[in-house]
């Protein structure tokens, strides 16, 4: 059997690892990872914070089949899911120790024990067959990457002011950044669902000028650079164990994140300013393992994040509990040209985990390209939604809604449709 260690890296958006294009060298172990097994550049998360993507990613279900959107509903995680058996589960049932992060939080997923010694757990589990998974935060903010990293990735031509410099100490020591005027759950002071001893979000306060990114983006691409780092001691220990090559390795992300494009910084539990534009939804997959996987496969086509344990269970030889959202990746794999639906949703509320008491706004996304929809939802008032071509405007400034008002139709159609969906094998309360 193949043992699985499945790393999920906080706020890990694609475009700054230097094989998804960031000329700057951020990533040479996970470049390597790609080069040896297989890519794929263009995925799309279910969500803008982490927990609704977190339990998409393992349950191969949208939130709106799973449920599990906001602090209410995860506190009531266990009383929710009924008849319906989580893809951990089967895992178990096939010989696995399953292990990971936080089981405290996330045991209805199916955890045997605590893996958040990642390197004690492969010595503990080496001799068995596990699934091991680890949420790294070190792309998560605060972003405070050690010397030389803080300036290594810092143009030469770009001068850090003193006044920037001030304000780029509350990014490198606050979980929480946002603008003057907004409030954020911590602030306002409902007790958070999740507790962890030690762990505080803490919060900053500050706002950015746009030219003022690079100083940003610097930042947070050091800390790519210390996932890099990280993920390179675990493969290492791997290696020394002798299971590198009977591991299948699984890198990917929660969500993406902003980096001062619209004005903010972080994701939307963080910034408060949560969108379903490309830098906080497009997050990247590679899987390496040589004795399943080819090498040095880069697949440019759009998947979804609900598709990955579908492929990874398709790759185990293991049935994906029914019913399911996703679908293998297998196919793309073997033919980057074969016929693949490309459909991808999403779904955030601005301020995410953060969100206060009775803030019902919330946005949802239909992206099937190379067009993109994007509903925004803002009780009482009616829905107003965006229409990008991704092909013509990347960066999705320039709404097309009247211009194309058949597409649109048809996208807002289709997006209803997702909507619609009633929870499988979930008990409401």
């Not at 279910?46 to 599990?68: D, K, M, Q």
């Not at 004005?263 to 997050?283: K, T």
């Not at 803002?378 to 229409?387: G, N, S, T, V």
């Not at 999705?396 to 997702?418: F, K, Y």
């Amino acid at each position: 059997m193949v043992n699985v260690l499945f790393i999920l890296a906080d706020a890990l958006r694609a475009d700054r690892l230097h094989c998804c294009g960031n000329p700057y060298p951020t990533s040479p172990t996970l470049d390597r990872l790609a080069s040896e097994g297989a890519l794929f550049t263009n995925v799309i998360a279910n969500a803008n914070h982490t927990v609704p993507g977190l339990v998409s990613a393992f349950t191969g279900l949208y939130v709106v089949s799973h449920g599990i959107g906001d602090q209410q509903a995860f506190g009531q995680w266990s009383q929710r899911w009924q008849g319906w058996q989580p893809p951990f589960h089967v895992l178990r049932d096939a010989g696995y120790i399953v292990a990971g992060d936080d089981p405290e939080f996330y045991h209805p997923l199916g955890f045997e024990s605590g893996g958040r010694d990642l390197h004690a757990a492969m010595e503990q589990y080496a001799g068995r067959p596990f699934f091991l998974w680890h949420r790294s935060e070190a792309t998560h903010l605060p972003y405070n990457p050690p010397a030389p990293l803080d300036t290594a990735f810092l143009p030469a031509d770009f001068t850090v002011s003193d006044s920037l410099a001030q304000r780029l100490q509350v990014v490198r020591r606050s979980l929480i950044v946002h603008k003057p005027g907004l409030l954020s759950r911590q602030e306002a002071g409902p007790t958070d669902a999740i507790q962890r001893e030690g762990y505080e979000r803490t919060v900053g306060i500050a706002a950015f000028d746009p030219a003022e990114r690079p100083a940003i983006v610097a930042l947070y691409d050091g800390c790519v650079r210390m996932l890099d780092d990280e993920i390179a001691a675990y493969v290492d220990h791997l290696a020394r164990l002798g299971i590198l090559d009977h591991t299948l390795v699984v890198i990917t992300a929660d969500h993406g994140e902003q980096l001062l494009e619209r004005g903010a910084v972080g994701h939307s539990s963080c910034s408060l300013e949560g969108n379903l534009y490309d830098e906080n939804i497009r997050v990247p997959l590679i899987l390496r393992c040589p004795r399943l996987l080819p090498h040095g496969r880069i697949i440019q086509r759009q998947v979804s994040q609900v598709d990955i344990m579908a492929t990874l269970f398709d790759l185990l030889d293991l049935p994906m509990p029914q019913p399911c959202d996703a679908r293998s990746l297998l196919p793309l794999v073997r033919d980057p040209q074969c016929d693949f639906p490309e459909d991808a949703y999403a779904e955030t509320s601005p301020c995410g985990w953060q969100a206060l008491e009775g803030d019902r706004r919330m946005i949802w996304c239909l992206r099937w390209p190379p067009w993109k929809l994007i509903r925004y939802s803002d009780p009482p008032q009616e829905d107003r939604h965006e229409l990008f071509h991704l092909t013509v405007d990347p960066a999705e400034t320039d709404n097309q809604i009247q211009n194309h008002p058949e597409v649109a139709r048809n996208l807002q159609a289709r997006l209803d449709s997702w909507l619609a969906r009633r929870p499988v094998g979930i008990r409401p309360v």
